[in-house]
């Protein structure tokens, strides 16, 4: 009888594994309703779970609330944004995927607004060895980079499973060495990204997803 509820535990959290992985979306659009500090533990902590290249998970999260603390924090994102939507979208209406298009327009006015409306904004860092982020000698020179974002993927899913949503933003131009310096984060790390977490607002825009064939996409052997 154990073995037969033991069983049945593990099909039904597989099935809920699949579920979460089904239901997560990026979301821009966040409600008034404020993350506990309990829920967000739980979310965070997920980060901990990812694999990492050198099994010391060498990652720190600062969380971020209150309005002036967000705002001062992405005081940069507005002008780097603004120049992103001016030079680059409109050009690339014609050539750009339907869907990718699609994406970036909802996107891009939103990446001031997102930051502050979810009101809890979670700032991951991870520690860099060896060479610069931006200079790789090779591309195992990546290895921290890709274990943190192994550690985002774990955060976004564990929040889809709280009924959380999220959105985050690759900082550019400016952007990081401006949070490294007003956190007083230490030389060797780097930042990954600005990640908003909150509950979606009741309009939510939800962005269509693109349809992959998995068939297309799976190869035997070679491509």
């Not at 533990?41 to 209150?66: C, M, W, Y």
């Not at 591309?139 to 974002?149: D, E, I, K, R």
């Not at 909150?198 to 992959?212: D, L, P, T």
Request: glycine share 2%; with cysteine.
């Amino acid at each position: 009888m154990p073995l037969k509820t033991t069983s049945i535990t593990i099909k039904c959290i597989v099935m809920d594994f699949y579920q979460v992985l089904e239901k997560r979306r990026t979301i821009r659009d966040f409600s008034d309703k404020e993350v506990t500090d309990e829920v967000l533990k739980k979310v965070l902590s997920a980060a901990f779970k990812a694999p990492t290249n050198d099994h010391l998970r060498q990652f720190e999260l600062i969380v971020v609330r209150g309005q002036e603390n967000i705002a001062r924090l992405i005081s940069p994102v507005a002008e780097n944004t603004k120049n992103i939507q001016q030079t680059g979208l409109e050009a690339a209406a014609n050539v750009m995927d339907k869907d990718e298009h699609a994406m970036f327009v909802d996107a891009l006015p939103k990446q001031q607004r997102m930051l502050m409306q979810s009101n809890c904004l979670v700032l991951p860092f991870f520690r860099q060895k060896d060479c610069p982020l931006c200079h790789p000698t090779d591309q195992s020179s990546l290895n921290y980079f890709a274990s943190a974002w192994a550690a985002v993927e774990n955060i976004l899913l564990a929040a889809t499973a709280e009924g959380l949503a999220c959105a985050f933003r690759i900082p550019i131009g400016n952007e990081p060495e401006y949070v490294k310096h007003l956190v007083n984060a230490p030389e060797e790390y780097e930042f990954t990204c600005f990640l908003a977490i909150g509950y979606a607002a009741e309009n939510a825009h939800i962005c269509k997803q693109k349809e992959i064939w998995i068939e297309d996409r799976i190869h035997r052997n070679i491509w």
